[in-house]
Structure formats: C-alpha cells, structure tokens
C-alpha cells in the first residue's frame, strides 16, 4: 500500500515541494513506470540506461531509445509534465472534478483545448482494465442518459443514432449500472457501462463482463434477466408491476447511483457530454465513486498517475471523435 509523504505528496505543499521542475516529475514517472527498475520496451531487458539529452533513456543490450513517456497518455505532449501533474492533483482533489474551463481557469492555461485534451486523456486512465469484478449481492439495471444537444452534436446525431439503435428514444444512451449492496447496508463499488441497445443479450454481456459468477445478481422483474442462473449466477428478481414499493425502495443501490450520476453529469458538466465520449465520463464518475471513502486525496492523484503510465496513448483525433 503506497504511503503519503514516501509515495505521494501529502498535500499542496508538499506537492510543491516534490515537483519543483521537469527533472522531478520525469523520475516520479520513471518510479510509478518501472517499480523493478527500468526495462527495455524492446528487449526487455532489466538495466539502469543511459541517459540522453531531450529525457530519452537509451538501453545498454540493444541500444533502443525510448523515453518514460513513450507508450503512455503523455506521450508526444508539449505540456509540461508539471501542468499535467497539477491537473492530476486538481482533478482528484476536487471531490465532483472538473470542467476543462474549470481546469484552464486553476491552472492559468492559455488554451481551452489543452485544458480539454488534459481532462479527457486524464479520464482514459481512470479505470483499470485489469480491476476485479463486482460479487456478493449486486443490483443492476439499466437507465437511460440525454442525448445529444441542439448546437453542440455539429452534425453527430445521425452517426450517434445508428450506433444506439435505441427504438424508444434515439437520442437516449442506454447505460447499464451494477452496485455492489453492502449487508445490512451500504454500498461498495459500482460499475457503469453504455450498451447498444435494451435486448437481452446487451443487458446479459453486461453483467456477465463485470459480474464474477456465483454472485447473486438483483434486478427487476424483466424478462431479459431470466437466464442469469444458466450463466451461473444466483438471481433475485423483483416484480415492480403490482408491488407497492417505488423504485428508490426495492432497488435502492441503482436509483441512487443514477441519480447521483445524473447529477454529476448536469452540474459539473453542464449536461453537455457527447454521447461518443459517454463512456469516459462513465468512468470518471466510477473512479470517483468507487474511491469516495479514500481519505486521502494524495493516494488518488497517485492511483491517477501510476494507471496513466498503463494507459495507451491516445490522439486529439480519438478524444474529438473525428
Ligand atoms: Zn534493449
């Protein structure tokens, strides 16, 4: 378990102290990269490199020349580590995160769109593709999310419409919400996905994706649910139709975390996600929701860090959808 004060700065200052210039911040990057020490990405060999100018780091073996940001979402950035650092410490330390403008504004950038292309490489590092699945008792369910807005989906909206394939309502996403339900009670993590489509076999891959088997899995009383126990898992099912009880009653973890998500997308963001960036900003909450206990900021910014040196590098071009 990583340490405030040896790991991570504990607060601002010490934050500041800590990463007082490039050099710094390039060695905690190196320290979050290669824990064992560095290896070469193409021999793979374990040495201590040598050291070039403009930060690249050459191997003894083979010669190969890489950097520590190669391979990661800073790769090719002409931000300094620095301002991204800051932003990392901002965004974690803000309990509901940030806007871009929010973001431009704290850190005095000249730019929205270096503000904007942080906070969005920042959020595809916000979840782990290796992170356990739910268990014990888990409510889910699907509900539905806005839809692009008049003036911002700049002729979007059909290519959005296609993919959705949403009968009902073509502009609403449909997003599938599981909440681990704490005994007596509580909740422990959640994990929130957009699906293609209301069908069985789109609200099944769900659970069977982030559900480890064995669990008992809570759902309402559709029928898309019935063959949960043929995927091995234990299912309670609860009919709303007839049953005196409102949703916020008989599923309690969802309709809070909907709500709560909806809330977040409206106020922090304005309500003004575009559907192809949806599943990111889902993520941002989750990293947000499932670490709300976490006492320690510093701790966050450091799980940001250490998962955005896992991340692949990802151009202006994916992040704008274009
Ligand atoms: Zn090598």
Same mark, same amino acid.
């Given at each position: 378990?990583?340490?405030?004060?040896?790991?991570?700065?504990?607060?601002?200052? /010490?934050?500041?102290?800590?990463?007082?210039?490039?050099?710094?911040?390039?060695?905690?990057?190196?320290?979050?990269?290669? @824990? &064992?020490?560095?290896?070469?990405?193409?021999?793979?060999?374990?040495?201590?490199?040598?050291?070039?100018? *403009?930060?690249?780091?050459?191997?003894?073996?083979?010669?190969?020349?890489?950097?520590?940001t190669a391979g990661t979402?800073?790769?090719?950035?002409?931000?300094?580590?620095?301002?991204?650092?800051?932003?990392?410490?901002?965004?974690?330390?803000?309990?509901?995160?940030v806007s871009a403008l929010?973001?431009? *504004?704290?850190?005095?950038?000249?730019?929205?769109? !270096?503000?904007?292309?942080?906070?969005?490489?920042?959020?595809?590092?916000?979840?782990?593709?290796?992170?356990?699945?739910l268990h014990g008792i888990?409510?889910?369910?699907?509900?539905?999310?806005?839809?692009?807005?008049?003036?911002?989906?700049?002729?979007?909206?059909?290519?959005?419409?296609?993919?959705? &394939?949403?009968?009902?309502?073509?502009?609403?996403?449909?997003?599938?919400?599981?909440?681990?339900?704490? &005994?007596?009670?509580?909740?422990? *993590?959640?994990?929130? *996905?957009?699906?293609?489509?209301?069908?069985?076999?789109?609200?099944?891959?769900?659970?069977?994706?982030?559900?480890?088997?064995?669990?008992?899995?809570? !759902?309402?009383?559709?029928?898309?649910?019935?063959?949960? @126990?043929?995927?091995?898992?234990?299912?309670?099912?609860?009919? /709303?139709?007839?049953?005196?009880? @409102?949703?916020?009653? %008989?599923?309690?973890?969802?309709?809070?975390?909907?709500?709560?998500?909806?809330?977040?997308?409206?106020? %922090?963001?304005?309500?003004?996600?575009?559907?192809?960036?949806?599943?990111?900003?889902?993520?941002?909450?989750?990293?947000?929701?499932?670490?709300?206990?976490?006492?320690?900021?510093?701790?966050?910014?450091?799980?940001?860090?250490?998962?955005?040196?896992? !991340?692949?590098?990802? %151009?202006?071009?994916?992040?704008?959808?274009?």
């Amino acid at each position: 378990m990583p340490v405030g004060g040896r790991d991570y700065p504990r607060n601002w200052d /010490q934050f500041l102290d800590w990463f007082p210039d490039e050099a710094s911040c390039q060695q905690y990057l190196e320290h979050l990269r290669w @824990p &064992q020490g560095y290896f070469c990405p193409r021999c793979g060999e374990f040495n201590e490199p040598f050291r070039l100018s *403009r930060n690249r780091l050459m191997c003894r073996g083979c010669r190969y020349q890489s950097t520590v940001t190669a391979g990661t979402v800073f790769e090719k950035t002409r931000t300094p580590l620095r301002t991204w650092f800051a932003a990392a410490w901002y965004v974690t330390n803000q309990k509901n995160g940030v806007s871009a403008l929010g973001l431009q *504004r704290v850190l005095g950038l000249g730019s929205y769109q !270096t503000a904007w292309a942080i906070m969005h490489r920042l959020r595809r590092a916000m979840v782990r593709p290796d992170r356990e699945l739910l268990h014990g008792i888990v409510e889910v369910d699907e509900t539905f999310l806005g839809g692009p807005r008049r003036g911002t989906g700049r002729g979007r909206a059909n290519t959005d419409r296609k993919q959705h &394939q949403v009968p009902d309502d073509p502009r609403k996403a449909v997003v599938m919400i599981g909440v681990e339900m704490h &005994q007596p009670k509580g909740f422990g *993590r959640v994990r929130i *996905r957009q699906v293609a489509d209301k069908t069985k076999k789109s609200l099944l891959s769900f659970i069977c994706d982030e559900v480890e088997p064995g669990s008992t899995v809570h !759902t309402d009383g559709s029928l898309s649910y019935i063959s949960l @126990p043929d995927h091995g898992y234990q299912h309670h099912r609860t009919v /709303q139709c007839g049953s005196e009880d @409102p949703a916020h009653v %008989t599923m309690p973890g969802v309709h809070r975390v909907a709500s709560l998500l909806k809330r977040w997308l409206l106020g %922090t963001h304005q309500g003004s996600v575009q559907s192809h960036q949806l599943d990111y900003y889902l993520d941002e909450f989750t990293f947000r929701f499932n670490r709300r206990s976490s006492r320690s900021r510093g701790l966050l910014f450091y799980r940001l860090l250490e998962q955005a040196v896992v !991340t692949k590098p990802v %151009t202006y071009r994916d992040i704008a959808g274009k």
